[in-house]
Structure formats: C-alpha cells, structure tokens
C-alpha cells in the first residue's frame, strides 16, 4: 500500500496568516493527490485534485503543488472559515490512502 | 446538481452486519463509480472500497478482510455497503463519495453513523 505521511499534526494560525502543510508519499503517486477540508461533524470537502487543480468553488487562497512524493498545501490568507482538519489523499493505487490529517486552530 | 443521500444511523450487537445505502440524484449511477470511506471517532479518514460498471467491486482488503460488499441497484440509483461481523473498533460514521475520473471524491453523502455496542 502507498502510506502518506502529513505534517505538521496541528498547527495553530491567525486569520490572515499564511499556512502550508505538506503531505509525503512512500512511494511515487505522480500527481494523483488530492486534498480535504472537514469540519467537525461535516463530510470532507475536495479542494484540490491531481496535486494542483482548484476544485470548482474552492477559494483561490487554496492552492497545491508537488508532485511524485513530496506535495504541498497552501492558504495564502487563513480566513475564519478554514479552521478545520485538511487530509491528503492519493488516487494512484488502491487502495487509495489517506494521510493522518492536519487539524488548523486558532492561535 | 448531485446529491448523495445516505440512510439513517444504526446500532448493531457485535456479529452482526450492517447495510447502508447511498441514494444519487443529479446524475446516472449506471455511468459511474461510488467510493466508501469511514471515520472512526476522534480518528482520520479510511478508504473502504469502490464500486463501478466497469470495474465492479473494489475492496480494501487488507482492512476488511472478506466482510465487505459492495453493491449497486442501477433500477434506483442506489448504492449499498454491508460490513459483517461487526466489531466495536467498527464503530464510526460512514460515507459515500463520488469520484471524478482521477479519483478525488467530488461529492460526499451526509454520513452514516453506525455503532457496535453489545
């Protein structure tokens, strides 16, 4: 199975501030990743897919970039909507993991 | 527009199995595949199994070992997982998700709490 690792685990933020979580392959995924936002008691939501593709209504402050093993995250300007956990997934092989997640909180 | 509606939560006694359905609206379940993931408390995100026309079922095995089937009933655009021999480890909330081509899940049902309790 193609394991991924994610960090940092939690990091606390301020709204405005910019923030970048990286997520590691065990093995090449090409730029089959994608990317969740979840809030408590809510389904994840797609932000990004195949590594650096902005899921239609996703706020442009989401982007990624990356690809093989090493990708990575970014929100340019935290606004108070994106206080969540965010996952990285890889759709290459099946079964298709999910990262540990990196839950973002107020600072 | 497309909308996954999952049914209700259940409670089941350990051995038991549990069936849930995942009803699409918006488009033609017969063109396309459905993906389960899990979300145990307090716990991340586990992917589950696939079920498509073309390529069918799908499963993780190496998690589930046999007790996971996945279904479709293409008449009602509905799509089911049963989980049997149930455990209290699968205690957790379950989710149907519609993939684009790449297999990013674009669209999620509301989720399905299941619980395992004697």
């Known amino acids: ?107 | 527009q497309v909308l996954l509606v999952q049914s209700g939560a259940e409670v089941k006694k350990p051995g038991a199995s549990v069936k849930v359905s995942c009803k699409v609206s918006g488009y033609t379940l017969f063109d396309f595949s459905m993906h389960w993931v899990r979300q145990g408390p307090g716990k991340g995100l586990e992917w589950m199994g696939s079920f498509g026309p073309e390529d069918g079922e799908t499963i993780n095995e190496k998690e589930f070992q046999g007790r996971l089937t996945l279904t479709a009933d293409t008449s009602t655009d509905t799509v089911y997982m049963q989980l049997s021999r149930l455990r209290s480890e699968d205690t957790a909330v379950y989710y149907c998700g519609s993939p684009r081509s790449d297999g990013s899940l674009e669209f999620w049902g509301q989720g399905t709490t299941v619980i395992v309790s004697s």
């Open chain 1, 1 to 107: 199975d193609f394991q991924l690792t994610q960090s940092p685990s939690s990091l606390s933020a301020s709204v405005g501030d910019r923030v970048a979580i990286t997520c590691r392959a065990s093995h090449s995924i090409s730029s089959y990743l994608n990317w969740y936002q979840q809030q408590p008691g809510k389904a994840p939501k797609l932000l990004i897919y195949a590594a650096s593709r902005l899921q239609s209504g996703v706020p442009s402050r989401f982007s990624g970039n990356g690809a093989g093993t090493d990708f990575t995250l970014t929100i340019s300007s935290l606004q108070p909507e994106d206080f969540a956990t965010y996952y990285c997934q890889q759709s290459y092989s099946v079964p298709f993991t999910f990262g540990p997640g990196t839950k973002v909180d107020v600072k």
